[in-house]
């Protein structure tokens, strides 16, 4: 992916993040959400893999952010935060499950599509190969 696909995609993906509900988010939502915006596929592994590190950095972001705000507090107002701070590490595990579930969804449609998506050096998707036999 260039330079300016990925300040693409970038923009999108925080602009879904930012204005979506957190909760009910996954990461290929966001990837599919951001595609259809672009008009690009974002399923190829490494593009998979920019959103995944955008989708990771932003929610660490929040996390820090939220740290940072929670650092004043003590007693039982630091008990209350170590809660609600193991319940989001428990909904962080339970989206994490989720978007391997889908991921392994998708996985099973492509195979079950017989198309089988091979890439080349480039990582740019492989629609017809020439036989040697063909070339000599």
């Known amino acids: ?14 602009e879904i993040l930012r204005g979506s509900d957190l909760e009910s988010l996954t990461e290929y939502k966001v990837r599919s959400a951001a595609a259809d915006r672009l008009g690009i596929d ?18 660490e972001s929040l ?8 650092q004043g507090g003590s007693g039982e107002e630091g008990e209350k935060k170590e809660r609600c701070q193991k319940g989001e590490e428990e909904e962080q595990e339970e989206k994490k499950k989720e978007e391997d579930k889908e991921e392994e969804e998708e996985e099973e449609e492509d195979k079950k599509g017989g198309v089988g998506k091979e890439l080349d050096d480039n990582g740019d998707l492989i629609l017809c190969r020439v036989s040697p036999t063909f070339l000599a």
């Open 63 to 70: 996390a820090d952010e939220d740290e940072k705000k929670g």
């Open 42 to 59: 974002l399923s190829l592994p490494d593009r998979k893999l920019f959103v995944r590190r955008m989708v990771q950095d932003y929610l």
């Open 1 to 14: 992916m260039d330079e300016k696909m990925q300040k693409e995609v970038e923009a999108a993906v925080l």
